[in-house]
């Protein structure tokens, strides 16, 4: 069967995928009332909006604010974080997973992943641990929930502080706790691709009242600072960022949160369409469900195998090229971080604000070599990611992913992969990759 990529009609034509969330009569109701009430930047949304977000997660405390991102920020400010210390965090993730521990002037420490669902390996964390360790910041990638059980055990060994991000991992539980609430402080975001989106925002959760201060001191102009009375007259206690949230987005978000549950659950069901239908793919290997916990459904983390199929060449480029096949039939497939973060430049340069600061006043003698980090490497150069594939979407849609999915395996002769891979995307083995069988 000939495939679209070499001029055949797209198994999905433009269209089949229709945006998430879907726009219900209680997102317009809210955001109506949001608009017309003359109160624009804080309010009783945003109040709303952090009491109904810690009851729903089970957590004592929330501070919404401006973005994922800011959220992580002050968790490093809730959990104690200061200049120099060191933050353990996974070597492949977001950028903001390791950019907020800059930001708070202190030094991203990587750990490798675990290659089965590319989170933290509990394993490997211990040999990062130095005396100047303060924090683990612990990623639930893609929706599936990390190992807490044993980072939790480390942490508490050695003193740490735990922070979840949790911004792709809503509703997603490890030992049917739902995360973020199982370290001290957790984070998640807002954002538009999230399986709960208000466009933007962030929410931070912790049940440590000294926490959830330490992090509100610096969450406005550095204005409050508990248990002190209200003094008036902008004191700037500490020195703080502008990370409000506004009450339009707030309005939206409370609506959105009534429907989190159901959209969990369809994702779920989707999920288990494409698992069924594409689980004897040669040379596809699909994401597995950990038995420790519940993945949220976000996204659907496929590895192109190219031992499998008899691919010699950078693992790269065939996934590469199955993914353009794939785009091609109409699949939303694509990748997301095709680096790892220690590779990040400003951090492989170790020069976040110039003068090489943080790192130079810090002392640390932190070493940031892509090859230091097999399996974070192999996961970015082999995984593809189905996304959006949420409300309103129906099964048929899966199914057709499905249908796609297999007509483009089962020709990928057709492919000419070195023409159609990227070569600006360099290869595994430029990057340190030394082979599945060296361990580094
Ligand atoms: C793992 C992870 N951490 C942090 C963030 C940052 O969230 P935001 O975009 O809301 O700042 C994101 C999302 O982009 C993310 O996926």
Avoid at 143 to 150: I, K, L
Avoid at 272 to 286: H, N, S, T, Y
Avoid at 315 to 324: C, F, S, T, Y
Avoid at 378 to 400: K, M, Q
């Amino acid at each position: 069967m000939k495939l679209a990529l070499n001029g055949a009609e797209p198994t999905m034509p433009a269209g089949t995928i229709l945006p998430s969330p879907p726009i219900t009569a209680r997102d317009e109701e809210m955001v109506l009332q949001s608009l017309r009430s003359g109160v624009h930047t804080w309010g009783e949304h945003c109040e709303g909006l952090q009491r109904e977000f810690a009851q729903w997660n089970g957590n004592r405390h929330c501070l919404v604010v401006s973005s994922g991102t800011s959220a992580l920020h002050l968790c490093l400010a809730g959990a104690g974080v200061a200049a120099g210390d060191e933050v353990i965090t996974p070597a492949y993730s977001w950028t903001s997973s390791a950019s907020c521990i800059i930001h708070h002037n202190a030094i991203p420490v990587f750990v490798d992943i675990e290659p089965t669902w590319a989170n933290l390996d509990p394993a490997k964390i211990e040999a990062a641990i130095t005396p100047k360790t303060k924090a683990i910041l612990v990623v639930h990638l893609h929706g599936v929930p990390a190992q807490m059980t044993e980072i939790m055990a480390i942490a508490e060994r050695h003193g740490l502080q735990v922070i979840e991000d949790c911004c792709q991992a809503h509703g997603a539980t490890y030992g049917g706790r739902k995360v973020g609430t199982v370290g001290h402080l957790g984070a998640f975001s807002l954002n538009q691709n999230k399986m709960f989106s208000a466009g933007e925002g962030g929410l931070l959760v912790t049940d440590d009242e000294a926490a959830l201060e330490r992090a509100r001191s610096l969450v406005l102009f550095g204005d409050f600072r508990a248990p002190e009375p209200d003094r008036g007259g902008y004191p700037g206690y500490g020195l703080a960022w502008q990370y409000r949230y506004n009450e339009l987005s707030a309005a939206w978000a409370r609506a959105q949160l009534t429907q989190l549950d159901d959209g969990i659950a369809h994702a779920r069901h989707l999920f288990g369409i494409l698992r069924a239908g594409l689980a004897d793919v040669p040379g596809l290997i699909l994401p597995q469900e950990p038995e420790f916990g519940r993945e949220n459904a976000y996204n659907f983390v496929c590895h192109v195998d190219s031992e499998a199929v008899g691919y010699s060449g950078p693992p790269n480029w065939l996934r590469e090229a199955v993914v353009q096949a794939l785009s091609a039939e109409g699949v939303p497939a694509g990748m997301w971080q095709r680096r790892i973060l220690p590779e990040m430049a400003a951090i492989a340069a170790k020069n976040a604000y110039g003068h090489g600061s943080p790192w130079r006043e810090s002392g640390s003698e932190v070493t940031y070599r892509a090859a230091d980090y097999p399996a974070a490497l192999y996961h970015s150069a082999t995984y593809f990611i189905f996304n959006g594939l949420r409300r309103p979407n129906t099964d048929h849609v899966a199914e057709l992913i499905v249908e796609a999915t297999r007509k483009v395996f089962a020709n990928l002769d057709q492919i000419d992969i070195d023409a159609v891979a990227s070569k600006a995307d360099v290869s595994l083995y430029e990057r340190g990759w030394k082979g599945r069988s060296v361990e580094v």
